[in-house]
Structures are given as C-alpha cells and as structure tokens.
C-alpha cells in the first residue's frame, strides 16, 4: 500500500534562510508525487508535480523539489524563505491516474522576521 | 478558466440530518474527488467520479454516497450526520494530459454539526 510521511509538523525559519520541507513516500512501483499549499481557510493549491522525466521539478513562488527514488524521497525547497509562504505543506502520492491521492500529514512552515 | 467550485462555502447541521455538498469542476476535467480533512485524520479520499461512474471510493461508511452529473458537476451527501463528521470537504478536479497528471481543489465547505 503506498503511504506518504512528512518529517516534521511544526517547521519554523527565518525570513531569507532555506526553507527544507521533507517527504518520503513507500510505493512498490514509480509514483506521482505532488506538493501542495494551504493557507488558512482555502483549498489546497498545487505548487509542483512529479510524473516522469527530470528529477528535479520546479513550481510556483520560487519551490522546487527533487525526486529520489534510491531515497523514495521528495523533498522541498525554496532558497530563500518570505513572509507569504507562512502556510500548511502537504506531500502527496498516488500510482496512478484514477483520482486518489494518499496525503501526507501536513507541514506547518512558520516565518519568522 | 475558472476554477474549481464548491457550494455552500460554510454549513451548520444538527446530528442526525443529512447534508448534500456540489462541485462544480474546472470545464473540461471529466474526473471529480472528494476529500474530508480533519484535525485528528488529515487528508481523506472519499470518493471519485469520472463519466458520472464512480471509479474509487475510500474506507467510508455508506452513509458517504456521490454521484456526477452529464457535465461533469458532483454532490456528495452524507446521510444521518454525526459530530465526527464535522470538518472540510474538498472536491478536486483531474486533468489527465498522457503522461500529465495534476488534481485542482475547491476551497471547500466546512461542515459544522452540533
């Protein structure tokens, strides 16, 4: 069965420092693999997608994040952290393309000035 | 294009009653999902529809039913509500592009039930 875990449900950085969001994922075959942002009181909005091809996915606002599948990781990055993406980030996976997503816990990033 | 939407945003029940929520899909996406996420469970699946069949369904009770229309607009109703099923439902919609595939979601409607 496949099964997404977020490392981490409270991160907190620094205006300006490296925000690092951390997800692995337990599939027996190539998954697509998703991150999504929540902010309060909203739906979920995609940042970026990994299907097939390159490893290294970039999507909105800057994130981008780099499938491992030695690792079955799916990490997520963004150089240099601003004030607007204080939100909730949730990793997702599904092994095909029939409409169910299996989520991650969610990460709550927090930004400090 | 516009994007996906769900009516009513906000609805408050009593235990008991029943509760019928609609999503309305990005045009041209044939496949709805449907989501329940709470503080406790996080993210759910509940259910998909696609060409008005359903195609997936979680570990919900039959209480949980769907069904999707000819142009591709989705209700879900949940049928004698329990306080357990307060919480927000989000309805997605699915564009499968070959090898593409992404899922856009509503904003949801929280459901309180006292």
């Known amino acids: 069965a496949q099964s997404v875990t977020q490392l981490g449900s409270h991160v907190s950085v620094s205006e300006g420092a490296l925000v690092l969001l951390r997800c692995n994922y337990s599939s027996s075959v190539p998954p697509y693999l998703f991150w999504y942002v929540q902010y309060p009181n909203q739906g979920l909005q995609l940042l970026l997608k990994y299907t097939t091809g390159a490893t290294l996915v970039k999507g909105i606002n800057g994130f981008e994040a780099e499938f491992k599948k030695s690792e079955t990781s799916f990490h997520l990055t963004k150089p240099s952290a601003h004030m607007s993406d204080a939100a909730e980030y949730f990793c997702?996976?599904?092994?095909?393309?029939?409409?169910?997503?299996?989520f991650g816990q969610g990460t709550e990033l927090s930004v400090k000035p | 294009k516009a994007g996906v939407t769900q009516t009513p945003r906000y609805l408050i029940k009593t235990r008991g009653q029943q509760v019928t929520l609609s999503c309305s899909p990005i045009s041209g996406h044939r496949s709805v999902s449907w989501y329940q996420q709470t503080p406790g469970q996080g993210l759910q699946f509940l259910f998909e529809y696609f060409s008005e069949t359903q195609r997936n369904k979680g570990n919900f009770p039959g209480r949980f039913s769907g069904r999707q229309f000819s142009n591709s607009r989705s209700e879900m109703n949940v049928s004698t509500l329990e306080l357990g099923d307060s919480a927000l439902y989000l309805c997605?919609?699915?564009?499968?592009?070959?090898?593409?595939?992404?899922?856009?979601f509503g904003p949801g409607t929280r459901l309180t039930v006292t």
């Open positions: 997702a996976v599904t092994l095909n393309q029939g409409g169910k997503l299996i």
């Open positions: 997605a919609s699915s564009l499968v592009r070959g090898n593409s595939y992404e899922q856009y």
